[in-house]
Every structure is written in C-alpha cells, then in structure tokens.
Nanobody, 121 residues
Framework: QVQLVESGGGLVQPGGSLELSCAAS????????MHWYRQAPGKQRELVAF???????WLPDSVKGRFTISRDNAKNTASLQMNSLKPEDTAVYYC???????????????WGQGTQVTVSS
C-alpha cells in the first residue's frame, strides 16, 4: 500500500513564503512524475507544478518565477517552494505521484490528503 502525505501548509501574509513537502511511503518500486495540484473553493483542481524522475519541471505562467518544485528520488519526496505568495494562491494543495509498486506493474496515480494554504493579511 502506498501513501502520500503532504505537510507545510498554513497561513501566510501576501508576499510571504511557504514550503510544502510530500512524502511517499509504502511498497514503492519506482516513482515517475510527481505533481502538485491546488483547488480553491468553487474552482476546479489545477496543476501548479510537476517534476519527472529525471528532474525536468513544468509550471504554469501563473506561478512561474514564484514557485519551485524539487524532489529527492532517494527519499521519495517532493517539495514545492512558494515565494511571493498572493491571495489568489489560497487553496488546498495536493500532492500526486505516478508510482509502480513492482517493476512490472502498470503505474498508478496516488493522491495525498491535501494541505491548506491561506494567503491573507
């Protein structure tokens, strides 16, 4: 069984910074891409960053230059460093990863439970 656990959310003032962490645990053979999504009240869940096993990243223009995604393959973790936060970044942030539990298994999507980020003065 695989679990993803996020941490690091909280309340921060506009212009502030937070770092979110995601730790994958359980029976893991390999992790392909790791993603961070967010969902604000009344809005659809949106992708804010992903990183491949080789370290290639993608972020949308709305967060590019402010957010940075990284991962530690040895520890099965991913992080999202968020700087210059804006009120519109307020959302529940979810970690997602594409994981094989055995070398021959078809990769599956796993989700964390989410962590709240609130940007407000």
């Amino acid at each position: 069984q695989v679990q993803l656990v996020e941490s690091g959310g909280g309340l921060v003032q506009p212009g502030g910074s937070l770092e979110l962490s995601c730790a994958a645990s359980g029976t893991i053979s390999s992790i392909a891409t790791m993603h961070w999504y967010r969902q604000a009240p009344g809005k659809q869940r949106e992708l804010v960053a992903f990183i491949t096993s080789g370290g290639s990243t993608w972020l949308p223009d709305s967060v590019k230059g402010r957010f940075t995604i990284s991962r530690d393959n040895a520890k099965n973790t991913a992080s999202l460093q968020m700087n210059s936060l804006k009120p519109e970044d307020t959302a529940v942030y979810y970690c997602n990863a594409v994981i094989r539990t055995t070398p021959r298994e078809v990769p599956r999507n796993y989700w964390g439970q989410g962590t709240q980020v609130t940007v407000s003065s």
